[in-house]
């Protein structure tokens, strides 16, 4: 009740017309179906050979206005009803692609700052429906050094550092067996879930689901 309080209050008007008759997806009845709809389809995709990437909506760098908003509102902490709406149209559309059963856990992906929590609100809500546990077993570790203090080379080559690890509650052979759904808002490059598997030391076949997809602007 309250989180429809608080989404309401953030988000009074559809995001792409701004009629009053908003609903839970953000959009009025007429702009969802027209705009949104068509676009809604997972996708599954092979990332490497132990890894595959779900994902419901790809959003091209400055083709759509329409999407930055709606990834600004996910992000804003604002719409928990718009989560828990895209959240149960993913995991109706997963479980029929996808043999779900064959996972033992969710596992959200740690964000660059305390704060973010888009991940681990996207893992509670498919936990729920899935009937999946969610394992909070990463973190971010802070960089020794500041980033500020390191030339433009040296902050390249950092992203290779080891900087997400393990929490210590839980050992190397309660993880590496495991056979994981990694859970993030939006993949661009996919490095935190590249190394989020080096992390949990998990070589098993794995699965990454993410709302949103946002290709590199270059792709080799
Ligand atoms: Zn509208």
Same mark, same amino acid.
């Given at each position: 009740m309250l989180s429809a309080v608080r989404q309401f209050i953030y988000?009074?008007?559809?995001?792409?017309?701004? &009629?009053?008759?908003?609903e839970t997806h953000l959009y009025c009845k007429f702009c969802f179906t027209q705009y949104i709809e068509p676009r809604l389809l997972l996708n599954v995709k092979k990332i490497s050979e132990q890894s595959e990437h779900a994902f419901l909506i790809e959003w091209f760098p400055g083709e759509s206005d329409l999407i930055s908003e709606m990834v600004y509102r996910f992000k804003s902490n604002r719409c928990p009803q718009a989560w828990l709406f895209y959240s149960r149209l993913f995991a109706n559309l997963l479980c029929d692609q996808v043999d779900i059963s064959q996972y033992d856990a969710l596992v959200p992906l740690p964000g660059s @700052?305390?704060? &973010?929590v888009h991940a681990n609100i996207f893992a509670k809500n498919l936990s729920k429906i899935l009937g999946l546990p969610v394992l909070n077993a990463l973190y971010k570790s802070p960089l020794?050094?500041?980033?500020?203090? @390191?030339s433009a080379k040296e902050r390249r080559q950092s992203?290779?550092? &080891?900087?997400i690890q393990r929490l210590e509650l839980f050992t190397k052979n309660e993880t590496s067996n495991l056979k994981l759904i990694y859970v993030d808002d939006i993949m661009t490059t996919g490095f935190t879930y590249k190394r989020s598997r080096q992390a949990l030391q998990n070589k098993n076949q794995s699965l990454l689901v993410t709302l949103f997809f946002r290709p590199a602007a270059i792709q080799t």
């Open positions: 988000n009074p008007v559809c995001l792409y017309c701004g &009629s009053f008759y908003v @700052k305390s704060n &973010s020794a050094q500041p980033q500020k203090s @390191k992203t290779n550092v &080891s900087d």
